[in-house]
């Protein structure tokens, strides 16, 4: 053997190596975190501004878990949508399709899915979402956000009757019974149309 070819041998066999290592700590990374059990529930806060009180309810097909959120006064339009908890965005941007709902024409186009939203990841595998946002959102992907700290505007973007914030809570892959304030909502199964009034506690601009 000549030695360019051994040298060419234990080139290929270091770049075995370094791609076998490399899987491994890309299995560590990325698939461990997901088997592990999600960590405890962050105290989330409802999602609009302090002291103000909205309806949160849900009808058959909208699906177990989601709250829609009404205010129970004032003009739901352009309304301030906060994070519930400190955390990090990992979506702020359109799903579906914005169709033409607006302050000057309410009742214009449906579009599709969400519309305008943001989805914060907080650590623990918890994870909330905000959709039909009236604008595109105030916060970017990757930023750090605080409990409190406004991330959007309520509106009617997506497939959206009137304006409202859609919201959920998951827990992994799952959806969950969103809690507020240390205690169960009660917005469970979409069998039925009905709803609950809360006033909100997400009163501290706390720590990102
Ligand atoms: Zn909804």
Do not use: A, K, L, R
């Given at each position: 053997m000549t030695t360019d070819r051994i040298a060419r041998r234990s080139t290929l066999r270091l770049v075995l190596v370094l791609a076998a290592v490399a899987a491994v700590v890309a299995v560590a990374v990325l698939v461990v975190p997901l088997l592990l059990p999600p960590g405890p529930r962050p105290h989330f806060q409802l999602p609009v501004a302090c002291g103000e009180r909205w309806r949160l309810g849900t009808y058959p097909g909208h699906d177990d878990y989601d709250v829609d959120l009404f205010p129970t006064a004032g003009d739901p339009w352009g309304r301030p949508v906060l994070a519930s908890a400190a955390g990090k965005v990992t979506v702020a941007g359109i799903n579906g399709s914005l169709g033409g709902r607006t302050p000057g024409n309410p009742t214009g186009p449906r579009g599709r899915g969400g519309g305008y939203w943001v989805k914060i990841d907080h650590g623990g595998r918890w994870e909330t979402q905000y959709l039909h946002l009236l604008e595109p959102p105030l916060v970017e992907v990757g930023q750090r956000v605080a409990q409190?700290?406004?991330?959007g505007r309520v509106g009617s973007t997506g497939n959206s009757g009137a304006p409202h914030l859609h919201y959920e809570q998951r827990r992994g892959w799952e959806k969950v019974e969103t809690w507020f304030d240390g205690a169960p909502s009660g917005v469970t199964t979409d069998d039925r149309e009905y709803s609950v009034t809360l006033t909100s506690n997400n009163c501290v601009d706390g720590e990102r």
């Open positions: 409190g700290e406004q991330i």
